[in-house]
């Protein structure tokens, strides 16, 4: 079994054993409930690093009030399965009191500029949450390369950008989104919704593959390529548009022309029923 | 000469060479405009540390509107000289654009709680550029430890919750606060003042061995003490109180009431003519 440890002591010492014999780390950071998107990226970690650590920790401070931070699963064993026959040899699933000594109030990281937009309007403080858990995730395992899914474009783009605004030693890679057959992007909150949900909820995708035809057959007006976005979102009834954006790659500042050379990314936010699902595409030219 | 080098990859490699033969590194992060303490302090440093790293950088996210920025003393050849002489190998001077390189307003540090009182409500944003080029400056160069002066009080507090915090691997040192024969702590600003200011700028020190008198002697109330610096600072004309406090010298909350087993610190910021000075004293029973 992948060895499961709570301490940062712990996955320190296990990490220096491993750097001692000339392994490369890797980091796969993780909530937990983990699925093949899940797995898949810790499989492409441990192709690129002799040791994988995966870390499970539910960050209380990337949830806003009246979100899922309560109810979201917890399926640790299932998890440990799922992380030994992907390849880690470690599992860091900390404490809340283990990860904010002082509080989940004390110190914290913000990068101004890319939180507070998307799914920052949408969610305050989460990702002031999320650029905070992941430095301390950095500063823990110190690993030479750390992997995020592409489904969490503007996370990855943060992560990104905090790096380099820091100097963190880590490289930073990021895996294309796993989906279902049908089109769903892979994430740990389809397990909320009900049949009918499920079946509306590939509307994002579907949305995201007719704005990519469309820039593939020369629409370069973002107006449209939103419009785009809208009408088939709002196609479905059980769906509730929190946003539909066309931005730049890079930088996330919506863009009116498509202009050519520089890249541009689709991205959804919706609620299905009461299950908020988000999704992107890069769009190709 | 120790060694004068302006980029990241300049220092990691250097600092890299030194690791691998076994050294450890200590880092002393300076604003340039070395005084004895900061020779004290590398010294020091270079007692516990194979490799001793001084880093020059005037730091601008930590200077507010109408502050000294522009004025702050820079002079990088006597600097070196003071490097050298006190055993650091490494003198790292980077420019604004590699410490910042998305801009000064992309990604900071906040440590909550310890950033807006005393020297943070007087300086608004100057703790968030402390914690934040502090973190770079540990990214960059990854020291086993580190060494601040007391002087600056709670700077040093600062730095060590954020460092506890977010799990960076470091050790904080702090060293006592180096002083002229008169008392004047050492500071790069006191060059700033004129001769009967520098005469006047004394009454900090004063203030705080009053205090310090009236604590070892028996006296246990706060507000006491306040009052006892307070009259003593008030004493010189050319002086104007920004703060007088008596806090808890780990949480620099005010203190009612000195109990016993709990650490007291005695802090003091003035004016002395135009030129801003600061001091400390822990409070011993």
Known sequence: MAELVESVQEVRRAIATAR??????????????????????IADCRAEAGLVVVSIFVNPTQFGPGEDFERYPRPLDDDLERCEAAGAALVFAPTTATVYPHGSRSTFVEVAGLSDILEGASRPGHFRGVATV?????????????????????????????????????????????????????????????????QAATVLHRALEQASRAVAGGERRGDRVRQILRETLES?????????????????????????????VALVAARVGTTRLIDNAVLEE
């Open 20 to 41: 001692a014999i000339g392994k490369r780390i890797g980091l796969v950071p993780t909530m937990g409930a983990l699925h093949d998107g899940h797995v898949r990226l």
């Open 134 to 198: 992941v430095l301390k995730l950095f500063e823990i395992v110190q690993p030479d390369l750390a992997i995020f899914g592409q489904k969490d474009y503007q996370q990855q783009l943060l992560i990104r950008r905090m790096v380099e605004d820091l100097h963190v030693p880590v490289e930073v890679h990021t895996r294309p989104t796993v989906r279902e057959p049908d089109g769903l992007a892979l994430s740990s909150r389809n397990r909320y919704l009900n049949p009918q949900e499920r």
């Open 236 to 264: 479905e009834q059980l769906v509730r548009i929190d946003y539909a954006e066309v931005a730049d790659a890079d930088t996330l500042a919506p863009l009116d022309d498509l202009e050519a050379g520089r890249r541009a």
